[in-house]
């Protein structure tokens, strides 16, 4: 009987309250190591979130931020990084919903222009071209600084440049103040954009006129391939019809006539066509040239804390 | 006698193998679908022909599908003319003033219907 539990009562009597002790000593050393994360904190790892380009865990953490700090001083300033981390993100839409927000937000005093300029861009990013246009006339009418008019006036002739409306892109250049116009280059500007009537264009009724005879579109838009081929897949297909109703193949004849009118109208389609993509590629690179004058190369702008030296070089 | 018989047996296997194939080109589910009696010759000839024939057309996407898009965008008639322009500029002039792209066939000029329908769309 004494051989069946000889060591149990004393063995286990020691080893049973030794790991009972072991693991009240883990919990409590884990209990010790809980931390608390301050305003200061989660606003720095929300922004490091941001700079490293990860916008979407950007969006939580400053989420989380507005949520436990709602009296932060920052929370304009998170809400505004919100927007912007949609905005790169390319969330165009939540961006909207964000900046429009912050610019009906009356407390939002210090952001609430550089959100209009950042509505009226997420606008513009999805086509909105108009509404864009909206947002800065808006800005305009309510702000009362000459620099953020200025400004918005400046990206208001981008935007009808974009649209390749000239006339009000130069009107609106030309309405930046005297005292911002070097900055803005607005002399080149104008100059530059005065040459839209210089854009050399094809008259797309002309390319469809001249396409009754196969390929004469083409050829006035400067595409002799497409004209010679259209002129003699045309030329045979009449041909062929023809012969097959002088032999009274009448539904051979209505083959390839049924053909032929396909062929024949889509060279008047293509001529039409081809007018309205020399026009656009004429266009596109006017407008690629004016772009040259957005950003100049070397520029300088005093800040609050000193000066700022911006390099731009296309790469 | 017996040796050319097999030779021709397999030859005629190869070829009727090769004209049942898929084609290789690439087909959205929305073009396969298009059910209307227009398309059918372009099916027809995406199944039988282009299959046997290979990925041939320069352009991306090819003109059988530039066809099938534009059917199912524009309607039968609009669709069959834009597919006709489209033939005919098929390797031209549209080589230089269309940008490549780099498709799983190769290099292929980019000419969508919506390249060509912009202006009145």
Redesign the interface.
Known sequence: MKRLCPIFPIQYTVLIPCVFLFFIQSAWADAQQFMVIDADQQYRYARSCYDRGAFNEAIHEFGRFIYFFPNDSRISRANYLVGMAHFQAAQYPDAVRVFKAIADNQRAAGLKSEAFFMLSRSHARQGMIEQAMLDLHNLIATSTEPEIIDRARYELGWLHVDAGQWEPAKRSFGQITQAHQARYQVAQLNAAVSRYDQIRTKH?FTAGLLSIIPGGG?MYCG????AL??FL?NAGLILSAWEAFDNELYALGGVISFIEF??Y???I??A??SA??FN??RVDAFRNDLYRHKQPPLSIAATASGITLSLSIDF | MKRSKLVIIILLILAGGSACAKPVTSVTNDLQANPTITASPIHFFRRYLSAADGPRCPMTPSCSSYALSAINRHGALMGWIMACDRLMRCGRDELNHSPMVMTRDGRRCQDPVGNNDFWWQ
Do not use: L, V
């Not at chain 1, 595409?223 to 497409?226: E, L, M, S, V």
């Open positions: 797309p083409q595409r002799y391939q497409d081929a259209a897949i396909g062929f109208s889509g060279n389609y293509g039409i066509s309205h993509k656009r590629n």
